[in-house]
């Protein structure tokens, strides 16, 4: 077993260390029986879904633990909790409830910092899981980032080397030799000296970033404008712009974001999928074969595979991996007809935002097809799996939903999936949520 695998294993042990822990401040300090644990028990395994090991970042502060993992889950645990035990009528005192707080938020706080600690000295000593980087450019100020690298071994850099077209000894080769260079090795950052590259190289130097899912960062010339939104930060007193500014990034915006995902979802599959379901089977096992939901692979979040799940509205085909739905589909059956057009189809993908491999809103998934034909024909059409997919997008609510017809369909949802990606907040994603309710209710021309 290599070290990847025990590293996977990482992340179930602390859940389930985190869980006996609960349990064991509910028996003693709230004396919950085991006949209404099994909710407690449910709430927390849900919150545990926004963990912030799940994030991108590859080296977590202690202050994001308490603020993430303690503050906000502890807090929303209590509320959940002291909800149950209400609706069951269970009496509690309040000096029990607040010992229960601060006991569980000291706990865990000792117990995630100690882990923190131990884990992070394990990454470092087996050398895996660094951001692998490397300097496009040599002067003084690619000199001064070099041995920033190399002397802040706690930041989780490993630096590889830098390309420059100057003729020096120490150089990994010129800068057109950097792309094949950062794909055969893994290359997660990319800090470009802006005063080494032409207009031309720069224009290539980010399309490439953006099709590649790299990080781009710039070490700026103080007389070269970007019109580009970003983000400004510094390396000991090197100043470093970097491309990748992206919302739904930020540790506090995926907080919100999952917290947000799971109680909609919830809502969705208790409220409604709970009793909708076995009479929308009723009905598709009434007029066909098959089984009742449709499952097909998609591409998600860091271009990893998912499995998307819809209600089945087509008879049994071949064709259904590749081949998307056109009017008067001959494959689509009746009740597929009303359900496509209602876009009931979709509601089982609220298991898929529920478990975490999608959103309820974000760029939607396209088929594999689709997407590998598309990838390498529009720029930046990568940066759409930067995010995880949604239920619904801003593509979709500004009319480019359903059969992609000509190539111009796809470069304005491109266009507006990373308008989306780069200007994400909760009030835009409300937005979204409420005009596709209405344009469900006034139908849509192209749901098909």
Known sequence: MNDRFYTQLLRPVLYIIDLLLVCLLLVKLLAVDINIIIAPILFWTILSLFSPLKNGNKTLRIIRIICVTLIVRVSLFLLLILSYFYIIDYKIGVFKIVNFYFSLFFVLSLWRILAFILIKRYLRYKGIYYNNVIIIGHNDSTKKLEYFFEHNKDHNYKY?????????KKKL?????????IKENKIDEIYCSVKELSDEQMTELVYFADNNLKTLKLIPNNKYVFSKKLKFENHDLIPIFSLSNIPL?????????????????????IGFLS????LIALLILFESRGDVFF?????????????????????ANKESDSLQASKNDMRITRVGKFIRKTSIDELPQFYNVLFGSMSVVGPRPLL?????????????????????????????????????????????????????IEN?????????????????????????
């Open 368 to 420: 594999l097809s689709h997407t590998n034909d598309y990838k390498n024909k529009i720029n930046k059409f990568m940066v759409r799996h930067t995010v995880k997919p949604g239920i619904t997008g801003l593509a979709q609510v500004s009319g480019y939903r359903g059969n992609i017809e000509k190539d111009s369909d796809m470069h304005n949802r491109v266009k507006y999936d990373i308008f989306y």
């Open 424 to 448: 994400w907040s909760m009030f835009l994603d409300l937005k979204i949520i409420i005009k596709t309710v209405l344009n469900v209710i006034k139908g849509e021309e192209k749901a098909y």
């Open 295 to 315: 499952r097909q692979l998609r591409y998600g979040a860091d271009f990893k595979l998912f499995a998307c799940y819809k209600f089945r509205s087509m008879s």
């Open 160 to 168: 590889k080397g830098f390309f420059t077209n100057k003729e020096t």
């Open 173 to 181: 080769g010129n800068i057109s030799e950097s792309f094949n260079y």
């Open 249 to 269: 990034k930020d540790n506090l915006n995926i907080i919100i974001k999952r917290t947000f995902d799971i109680a909609f979802s919830l809502l969705v599959i």
């Open 275 to 278: 009793w909708f379901t076995p």
